[in-house]
């Protein structure tokens, strides 16, 4: 699916957090100074308090809170953020930080049009403490991926990565803060490519500009 179809007309983006929100803060940075050409119509939450609810209001951008905890049931709490996210009538969904694994239903309906941000090479290290289990197996280089999200958890393909050395004696701390230096870069990097029509996903295929992605 191609997002270039009205001339220069911005793409309307939903992105999903969990918590600290850097990324989001990346890509308002990115669209305010014009770097990003996005109508940025929403900031979802699964969690009242993430700290990039706050950054959102800062920016003006209007928040929806689904609390998992109101939804014991899985399909439910899909359901919720379907009806959250579909209101804003969102062409790309751009989970940053968002902490839930999302059901299959709730994948396939945006399939080809919802991005994830890992913090490592995947398929290395897909899932959680990346940074500290890339340290644990001594890789010497280690970044940051973007995918569209498929139900494979961190499985989807690949549109882009970044890599960053690890050094000898680097903490967790150490390691995270570089990769994510990184994925500042490149989250917003790659929404500007599928805005303008320059990435997309054909037949389970990341193509940017109508050839397949090299990593
Ligand atoms: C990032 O490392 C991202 O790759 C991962 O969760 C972290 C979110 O950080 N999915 P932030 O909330 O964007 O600061």
Redesign the pocket.
Known sequence: MSHKSKADSPLAVAVL??????????IIDARDSGRLNIDLRAVISNEPG???LARAAQAGISNCVVDHHDYPQRVAFDEALVTCIDKIEPQLVV?????RILGKAFVNHYAGRMI????SLLPAFSGLDTHRRALAAGVREHG?SIHFVTPDLDGGPIIAQEKVPVYDGDTETQL?AR??ER?HELLPAVIEGIARGRIRLEHGQVLVDERPVTL
């Open positions: 957090i969990s918590g600290r929100g850097s990324n989001l803060q990346a993430a700290r990039g989970l940053a930080g968002f902490m994830n941000i890992h913090p940051a995270a990769v994510l994925e």
